[in-house]
């Protein structure tokens, strides 16, 4: 309630109307004082499970879609005579992986990279780039044999390189492409998953998944866990608007992000950032309430601000260049404040954090 | 572009809010933190509106009442006298004048801020200073954490000192954010995406930020007066036409940087000198990673060379001021070119040009910074003290990145091991490099990926590995970095060190020996005592005085020894001068002869002239310049040695030496013996010799060390460590051909004598022989 009150004060403009017609309804429910670490470690047990659950769905949904296609005698026969079946399955996929991923792994996104002990599935699992593109560290260790023979060694994270673009069409090597809507021509992303990729890349990701949650049900989660989560995890949302801000200016910069918008990664990251807030909140209020209240107003701010531009895309709303600019400085003012004021935090109630 | 808005839904949705809105006023307004929120939302709001086109009258008016009603909130007459100019118009003005004002507004409410957050902090009411401060704007790395604690304690006898640190620490954040937003408005006005209103908002704000209250400024520098803002050079950007726009953006952001205050304590010059010579040789390389036939083929890689180059602009930003008052001249004079090659790299960066422009660019800036400003990331002080210092850092360094890891905490691990590497890459990596550069590469490997057998610090923390496998990865780079400090501890080994001095130092005496053994020869007898006695006096002297003059530039050196490798390398250019003449003697016996023949005319002319004061003096003389003469050399030489490998075995060469030339001396003019002089000479010249080559091989190493001299590894070849110490031999292209270029200079010095001698019998034996000749018909 807090939220859309701080909302509705705002001026009486179109901005405006939007910020409150998108007061989050992700947030409120969290967002209540006196959570403890432990309910840091309950949110991404929960959110795990279901991640979990997602991705034995899509273990079972890849190997019915591998069969299908196996029984047709390839993508183009099934299309051609199973063609129900197969879009079914594509469309169930494509929704495992939003709750798998987009829904779901990004919404404790900032816990599992901001904390060392889990740091590694995420370049793992979702941050970690193709051999070719990044230092050492940040290269996904993901190699995959595939039951043609082929491997798949080191192309990305599993989530982000490989499962996306291959229900997606955004990679040409995860796919078959032929002319699925029958128009003759073969569009941009017409294509069909290849199956074989599709089973071996659920399977793994599914252990890798079943790894992440047994190690954050062994988690004791500390104060200083998420001091350093927040410090490590909340500089980046500026880049993440920066990401926002290209992908405005031409629709080909957005890249590898198909199934879901930017806004709902940067969603993801802050949600993770606010419950572990919430979670050190009240150490923090009881050493300077001001302080403890500015940190919580500001994750509101860029929360309500998230879901504004949200809508505003949801409508197909065109800014003006000048605007995008606009809205990406306000953006990047309100999360770098918070950077230095979390850290803050932390000095306040004596834990000390790197960066 | 078009902004497509959705009039029909806000129509229905406003009564709604506005009735909300009014209801809750009091409420809100109850809590500063809200009520600033608001005059924030509502400015944002319009200036988004702005951009879209124009700021809706409901909008403005909101925004305006919101304004106008925060002055409730202001206690501090500073404040409240700075808010009175914050009122906005009835109705919003034409588009560009409202943004002016919008952003103003903006800069304005910081300022409030900060004098209220004063204010209460002044009265002691700590929880409001507190509620002020946390509505300021910060940057992204503020370093915020002083004041927040300090606040916790910011009554009686500590109130003073926490209002400097308050205001001190908001005037630090300002002028930050106001390089950063003129930083962003630069690009966005050279990307050509500026508008008009964009222009005349984003100015505004800045300009008003960078107009700081005099009573904020007061409490943190005294003794300087506010700047003036310059508004002639605002009204003439945000009138610009687009070809206009760039140069007038120019003149007005010189104006805001150059009248922003100094903040600066000279620790804080120091870093940021360090740290932006470092930006700037990070720069091509993160470019080059990223940047690829004109693609981004690594963001990560490409946005840190373009925050880089960013940041190298605003520390030099920084900078400015501090420079302008310490280095006036170097500033005025090579300034602008380091800043335009910081440009040209940004203009570079965002173009996706050839890495080249970039490595140009980056290579001038840090040759400027190095050669014009003295910056230098390199230690100073003596070179033995550096490297111990060094190597004590990097233990400590990779030690704790080694329980760092051990405690899973892998980040903190990896930054430690990435400073402890580049600790090492400049201080250790760079000395051991001109000495032995597979060790220097092989040690190099070892903080990062390592080899087959033996994975590097890196790669072990980048697989995460534990127990065993991660204590040998540090053990091996620590035992790596200790076989290259037991090299450095070494410049010549104590054994040559002994040997050159005693070479030196016996062939100096020898020839010192030699003439005045020639001098003395006709002066026996009791009639020459006189003589004698005179030379000897000048001999004391020559020797009181050589000790002087070792004295005194020991320490005129000692005083500079701050100057570490590049003292050395000067110095020891010196000696190799030194031993340059006196190897010429040893074959050129020109020299040698003809001063012999000057001492000796001198000594005649003396003996004849009677006992004058003169007379005495000009014995004295005698006897004063042929030891001096060689007392000088040798003094000059032993500096270079005494910097390169210590006091204790140059002491000891010393000893021997002068114990040698002192037999010598004794046998010569008290007992009379008769020794082989010839023989001698040359045997000590042969020495000398050798001394020179290995000279020449260290005097390469230093300049090698200080970057006079380029490294060319020679790296399939295999050479002791010991040939280095000994001989000055090391495995690089420099290395191995310079000093045996001693022996080409030495072995052609004695060839062209030989020569010339030839030539001149020849031509004896020609003119003997031609009467015989002539006569024979």
């Known amino acids: ?355 | 572009m078009k902004y497509r808005f959705h009039a029909g839904l806000m129509r229905r949705l406003l009564p709604a809010m506005a009735v909300l809105a009014m209801a809750l006023l009091p409420r809100v307004q109850a809590d500063v933190l809200d009520a600033a929120a608001e005059v924030q939302r509502g400015i944002e709001s319009a200036i988004v509106e702005l951009y879209g086109g124009e700021v809706t009258p409901e909008t403005w008016s909101s925004t305006r009442q919101a304004v106008a009603g925060f002055t409730s909130n202001l206690q501090s007459p500073s404040s409240q006298q700075l808010w009175t100019e914050a009122s906005l118009p009835e109705v919003a003005p034409a588009t560009a004048e409202a943004g002016q004002l919008l952003g103003q507004r903006q800069a304005l409410l910081q300022h409030v801020y900060a004098l209220e957050m004063l204010d209460r902090q002044q009265k002691e009411q700590l929880e409001a200073a507190r509620e002020w401060r946390a509505l300021i704007q910060l940057p992204k790395y503020a370093d915020a954490v002083q004041g927040v604690l300090a606040l916790q304690h910011g009554k009686g006898a500590q109130r003073d000192a926490v209002s400097a640190l308050l205001a001190r620490e908001y005037l630090v954040w300002q002028t930050t954010l106001i390089r950063e937003k003129t930083d962003a408005l630069q690009r966005l006005i050279q990307q050509k995406r500026s508008t008009p209103e964009m222009i005349a908002t984003r100015t505004g704000e800045i300009q008003t930020l960078a107009a700081f209250p005099a009573p904020l400024l007061k409490i943190v520098l005294p003794d300087t007066a506010p700047p003036v803002p310059n508004m002639a050079t605002w009204q003439a950007l945000t009138k610009a036409d687009e070809a206009g726009l760039p140069p007038a953006f120019e003149a007005w952001s010189s104006q805001i940087r150059r009248d922003l205050p100094n903040l600066l304590t000279p620790e804080d010059v120091t870093r940021r000198e360090r740290l932006l010579i470092k930006l700037l040789k990070l720069v091509p390389v993160e470019y080059s990673a990223g940047v690829r036939d004109g693609e981004i083929v690594i963001p990560i890689e490409y946005r840190e060379a373009e925050t880089f180059t960013i940041q190298s602009r605003q520390i030099l930003d920084e900078l400015r001021a501090p420079w302008e008052r310490q280095r006036g001249d170097i500033f005025t004079q090579y300034e602008p070119a380091l800043r335009a090659s910081i440009e040209k790299m940004e203009a570079a960066i965002q173009a996706k040009s050839d890495s080249s422009v970039v490595d140009r660019e980056s290579a001038k800036a840090v040759e400027i910074l190095a050669d014009h400003f003295g910056i230098s990331l390199r230690r100073q002080g003596k070179a033995s003290e550096v490297i111990a210092e060094t190597m004590l850092d990097i233990r400590t360094l990779l030690s704790e990145s080694h329980a760092a890891a051990r405690a899973g905490k892998w980040s903190d691990a990896e930054s430690l091991r990435l400073e402890a590497y580049t600790t090492f890459d400049l201080e250790i990596e760079a000395r051991t490099m001109p000495r032995d550069p597979d060790l220097a590469l092989r040690t190099e490997k070892l903080f990062l990926d390592g080899s087959k057998g033996q994975p590097g610090i890196k790669a072990a923390l980048d697989a995460r590995a534990s127990g065993p496998a991660l204590a040998a990865a540090y053990e091996a780079a620590l035992a790596g970095m200790n076989d290259c400090g037991a090299l450095l501890q070494m410049s010549i080994s104590p054994l040559t060190a002994i040997y050159t001095t005693i070479s030196v130092v016996t062939r100096e005496g020898l020839e010192a020996v030699v003439i005045l053994a020639a001098l003395v020869a006709g002066l026996r007898g009791g009639e020459n005592r006189r003589i004698r006695r005179n030379i000897g006096i000048g001999v004391f002297a020559a020797l009181l005085a050589s000790v002087a003059t070792f004295i005194v530039s020991r320490m005129i050196i000692t005083s500079l020894s701050r100057y570490g490798e590049s003292l050395e390398a000067v110095v020891s250019v010196l000696a190799v001068f030194v031993l340059l003449i006196v190897t010429n003697w040893v074959f050129h016996k020109m020299y040698w002869v003809e001063w012999n023949a000057k001492l000796r005319s001198l000594t005649r002319a003396v003996n004849t002239g009677g006992e004058t004061a003169s007379a005495n003096m000009a014995m004295i003389g005698v006897g004063f310049l042929t030891i001096y003469r060689e007392g000088f050399e040798t003094v000059l030489f032993l500096q270079s040695l005494l910097l390169e490998a210590g006091l204790r075995p140059v002491l000891i060469g010393l000893s021997i030496g002068l114990a040698i030339v002192s037999g010598m001396g004794l046998g010569v003019f008290y007992i009379g013996a008769k020794l082989p002089y010839r023989r001698l000479l040359v045997i000590t010249g042969v020495l000398v010799i050798t001394v020179l080559v290995t000279f020449l091989g260290s005097t390469v190493r230093l300049f090698q060390t200080v970057g006079w001299l380029p490294i060319h590894p020679i790296t399939w070849l295999d050479i002791p460590t010991w040939m280095g110490t000994w001989l000055g031999l090391y495995p690089s292209l420099e290395g191995m051909l310079i000093p045996p270029l001693g022996l080409v200079y030495v072995g052609g010095a004695w060839l062209w004598v030989k020569w010339r001698s030839a030539r001149t019998q020849a031509a004896l034996a020609n003119t003997l022989a031609r009467p015989a000749t002539a006569a024979a018909p």
């Open chain 1, 1 to 355: 309630m807090h939220l859309i009150l701080n909302l509705i004060y705002s001026p009486m403009n179109r901005y405006a109307a939007s910020v409150i017609l998108a007061a989050s309804s992700v947030l409120a429910p969290t967002l209540s004082h006196g959570a403890e670490v432990g309910e840091v470690k309950s949110y991404l047990v929960d959110t795990l499970v279901k991640v979990k659950a997602a991705s034995e769905e899509f273990v079972k949904n890849s190997s019915e879609y591998a069969a299908i296609l196996s029984a047709a005698g390839g993508p183009e026969k099934a299309w051609a005579t199973k063609k129900p079946e197969v879009a079914a399955l594509v469309a169930k996929m494509q929704e495992n992986y939003k709750a798998m991923d987009s829904f779901g792994y990004e919404t404790v996104e900032g816990i599992v990279a901001g904390v060392d002990k889990f740091a590694h599935y995420d370049v793992y699992l979702d941050a970690g780039l193709p051999k070719d593109e990044g230092q050492p560290e940040e290269i996904s260790p993901l190699k995959l044999t595939l039951s043609t023979g082929d491997v798949i060694d080191r192309e990305g994270a599993g989530f982000t390189y490989i499962i996306e673009p291959a229900l997606w069409g955004g990679n040409k090597k995860w796919v078959v492409a032929f002319d699925l809507d029958g128009d003759g021509k073969v569009g941009a992303r017409e294509s069909l998953p290849r199956p074989e990729v599709l089973t071996t890349v659920a399977v793994d990701t599914n252990a890798k998944i079943g790894e992440l949650l047994a190690d954050a049900r062994s988690w004791v989660p500390t104060v200083e866990d998420c001091y350093q989560a927040m410090v490590a995890m909340t500089p980046t949302l500026s880049d993440y608007f920066e990401d926002w801000k290209e992908s405005r200016y031409s629709e080909e910069a957005s890249g590898r992000f198909f199934a879901v918008s930017r806004i709902s990664d940067m969603q993801g990251i802050m949600k993770s950032c606010a419950v572990m807030y919430q979670a050190v909140q009240s150490g923090v209020t009881a050493k300077d309430k001001a302080l403890g209240k500015a940190v919580d107003s500001g994750f509101k701010d860029i929360f309500a601000f998230l879901d504004a531009l949200e809508k505003l895309e949801e409508k197909k709303v065109v800014f003006k260049t000048a605007q995008i600019d606009e809205l990406a400085a306000q953006a990047k003012a309100k999360t770098d404040k918070l950077v230095p004021q979390i850290k803050q935090a932390a000095a306040l109630v004596g834990v000390q954090v790197a960066g």
